[in-house]
């Protein structure tokens, strides 16, 4: 068992507090990543959709989970569980100094996370208030015009990470 925890940065112009939709423990928000086998290394081929709402069972336990997978090239079987709560919205500060700040954290049974992919369904606010929701962030970058600010906003250099949590 391994608890991984999802960390994202961002250049923001003119932007502050980068998050999903529903805010950092958003049940509905979709992760989309891509899953590595814990004993064979293999890595899908294709980005594994997770909700936070979305649960099934652990196959002979009493426990639920938000995925329970299969590998295809070993058989063997891992899980992964959201646990929310560990969260927070990215600033205009540290994406300014490319500071990583956590989104999700990841508790990994067999199987882990090692990419992320934006997608749908985030949100910021512009620096003047200005609040911009259900940003799509799968081309890598959005830009718009603030009108109360008078000023272009953008995000863009999207990364993101998964770390040990110790």
């Known amino acids: 068992m391994v ?9 923001l112009d003119n932007l502050t507090d980068l998050q999903p939709q529903g805010g950092c423990d958003d049940a509905n928000f979709p992760f989309y990543i891509k899953i590595k086998c814990g004993n064979c290394g293999e890595v899908s081929p ?18 639920t989970t938000n995925l329970v997978q299969k590998c295809k090239f070993c058989g063997r079987e891992g899980n992964i569980t959201m646990i929310p709560g560990k969260g927070r919205p990215l600033t205009l500060e540290a994406g300014e100094t490319e500071e ?33 929701e259900g940003i799509d962030l799968s081309s890598g970058e959005f830009s718009e015009y603030c009108e109360k600010g008078q000023v272009p906003v953008m995000i863009s250099n999207l990364k993101s990470k998964f770390e040990i949590l110790k």
């Open 3 to 11: 608890n991984l925890v999802l960390m994202i940065t961002a250049e």
């Open 46 to 63: 294709k980005e594994t959709c997770l909700v936070l709402a979305d649960t099934v069972s652990i196959p002979k336990s009493r426990g």
């Open 100 to 132: 990583y700040v956590p989104l999700m954290l990841f508790d990994c049974r067999g199987i882990e996370p090692v990419e992320f992919a934006f997608g749908d369904g985030w949100k910021v606010q512009s620096t003047d208030g200005t609040k911009y």
